[in-house]
């Protein structure tokens, strides 16, 4: 029997517009109004998805940046793992050398050590292509790009200081190669863990922290084993959860054919109610 549902939130919860849809949240009501725990596992910040696990009313609690911080229903704060301030000059230092831009995952946000000027060349040089590349139209395009603005704070390198930093992103967009290199490099050397999403962003966290192991310590917090646990999500970084021995994995219908192959089940994409299904057929199956 599922006691607890883990859900990504980009590519999985969200919709196109990266929006919750609204017939989505009386069956998340619903299967939590039966006991089953329903529980965010995000590559977002805590701000972030905090927000959007209100607006979805989800009740579990927050696995979030890639499973660097875990919160409870009630908000608190489970387990924190934040990237030491040497390990992070490091990593820096091998990702700026390839050229890359970095952007800093905190408790309280998303932050880009650049100014509007030259945020305002990077989005149109790199981010909006990247939309692009991924079939939305140029209105949806441009809407996606003041949502991911929206996500950010444009800080100095000194305001940083005293912050935890829970995880590091960078876009590889048309930079694949470097990618690979940069993530072999640092997976290697500094022993971090390294992913690429579906979205085309290198994501960096401490060593063995992943959606699974934070995951595995929100299990362990509610006694919950992994054979009541189901797993919904859509890229490279949610494989550390749904590959779990015995956990449920639900892999959405816009995952790459990589990821769907390796999970148990499959549903439809974000974009066709695919979670939505996956909750009314539980619900089926518990009355």
């Known amino acids: 029997m599922i006691k607890l549902i883990s859900i990504d939130l980009d590519g999985t919860l ?8 609204p017939d989505v949240k009386g069956p998340i009501a619903r299967i939590q109004d039966k006991g089953v725990r329903i529980v ?29 911080e875990i919160y409870d229903g009630e908000g608190r704060q489970l387990s924190s793992h934040p990237l030491p301030a040497d390990l992070v000059r490091r990593v820096e230092a091998v990702l700026e050398e390839e050229g890359f831009v970095l952007s800093y995952f905190t408790h309280s ?7 509007h000027q ?3 060349c990077y989005s149109q ?6 939309i692009l590349s991924h079939g939305r139209s140029a209105g949806k395009a441009a809407a996606e790009l003041e949502a991911w603005r929206r996500e950010l704070q444009f ?5 940083l200081e005293g912050e935890h930093i829970y995880k590091l992103n960078a876009v590889c967009y048309r930079m694949e190669e470097a990618a690979g290199r940069v993530m072999e490099k640092l997976r290697s050397a500094e022993g971090v863990t390294a992913v690429c999403t579906n979205m085309g962003d290198m994501e960096i966290t401490m060593p063995r922290i992943d959606k699974g192991s934070g995951l595995l310590e929100y299990m362990k917090e509610l006694d919950i084993a992994p054979g009541e646990v189901l797993v919904m999500g859509d890229s490279e970084n949610d494989l550390p959860a749904m590959l779990l021995p015995e956990v449920c994995s639900v892999a959405m219908g816009n995952a790459k054919e990589t990821i769907r192959s390796r999970c148990r089940y499959s549903t439809a994409g974000n974009g066709e109610g695919g979670v939505r299904k996956v909750l009314l057929g539980l619900l089926e199956s518990m009355e």
Do not use: H, W
């Open 155 to 159: 800080v100095a390198r000194e305001q």
């Open 109 to 115: 946000g998303q932050y880009m050590l650049l100014n």
């Open 14 to 21: 969200l919709n196109e517009e990266s929006s919750v849809d």
């Open 40 to 68: 965010v596992n995000t590559g977002r910040d805590y701000s972030s998805a905090s927000r959007i696990a209100k607006e979805a009313g989800i009740r579990g609690g927050i696995i979030c940046c890639n499973g660097s």
């Open 118 to 120: 030259e945020y305002q």
């Open 125 to 130: 040089e790199v981010l909006l292509p990247l």
